[in-house]
């Protein structure tokens, strides 16, 4: 298993510091879970992760969620199990939609955000 780097981000304008840590082997996989399945809804994807291979896929939307929200997220679990799951590495993967509609400040990072689109409100 990749070793796990903790990472810093700081977001302008908003005034908040995230020290996230998910392992690097993670990270890579999503890169490629991802392609074709972000879309101008989506403000934030988080990503809470344990060591025993239990995977939360969070996606945070400009919107209440829809049908094809969760469609899209079951993609991105899919993709990403082939990719992790090869190895043993993830055992369960659960997804969530969640509407940041009127709600301010920023959402969850879980263990880290995997995508994140800047709010302009």
């Known amino acids: ?3 796990m780097v903790p ?4 977001m302008e ?3 908040m510091v995230f020290a996230l840590q998910l392992p690097d082997w993670l990270v890579g996989c999503f890169r490629i879970a991802l392609l074709g399945e972000i879309y101008p809804d989506i403000v934030a994807i988080a990503v809470g992760y344990r060591a025993d291979g239990n995977v939360l896929i969070r996606s945070y939307l400009d919107r209440p969620p829809k049908e094809v929200d969760f469609h899209g997220l079951e993609v991105v679990a ?11 590495i993830i055992d369960r993967i659960d997804i969530q939609c969640v509407s940041l509609e009127g709600k301010a ?3 969850d990072p879980l263990s880290g955000f995997v995508y994140y689109r800047k709010r302009v409100d």
């Open 1 to 3: 298993m990749g070793k």
């Open 7 to 10: 990472k810093v981000f700081r």
């Open 13 to 15: 304008g908003i005034r």
């Open 78 to 88: 899919t993709n990403l199990d082939a990719l992790g799951g090869k190895q043993s």
């Open 105 to 107: 400040g920023a959402p």
